[in-house]
Nanobody, 122 residues
Framework: VQLQASGGGLVQAGGSLSLSCATS????????VGWFRQAPGKEREFVAA????????YYADSVKGRFTISRDNARNTVYLQMNSLKPEDTAVYYC????????????????WGQGTQVTVSS
């Protein structure tokens, strides 16, 4: 399974960005896909996840109500719509995938894409 993240950039506080995670397989029914982020000098943290089958979503408290994760089955792509961005959202964002029960723990994600930089200016 290969993942390709894209869509990062520079935006002012209060603005929006949409990230995409394109997957290499159409056989994703048993998978979940998540977004993580890592700011300089900080640990990687969970942002959001979605179960491919059924579309159940999960969010970190810090982004709940501002970020929306979704998937497009036809395009084998997961999106992260980020609204009301804050400077503290600045980080490298990674998409990742795993199988089985959805989790916020990065060690259960076995497939990782390259990161995409999101910078929010104040």
């Amino acid at each position: 399974v290969q993942l390709q993240a894209s869509g990062g950039g520079l935006v002012q506080a209060g603005g929006s960005l949409s990230l995409s995670c394109a997957t290499s397989t159409s056989s994703f029914s048993s998978y979940f896909v998540g977004w993580f982020r890592q700011a300089p000098g900080k640990e990687r943290e969970f942002v959001a996840a979605i179960r491919w089958s059924g579309g159940t979503t999960y969010y970190a408290d810090s982004v709940k109500g501002r970020f929306t994760i979704s998937r497009d089955n036809a395009r084998n792509t997961v999106y992260l719509q980020m609204n009301s961005l804050k400077p503290e959202d600045t980080a490298v964002y990674y998409c990742a995938a795993g199988e089985g029960l959805v989790t916020r723990t990065d060690s259960f994600y076995h497939y990782w894409g390259q990161g995409t930089q999101v910078t929010v200016s104040s």
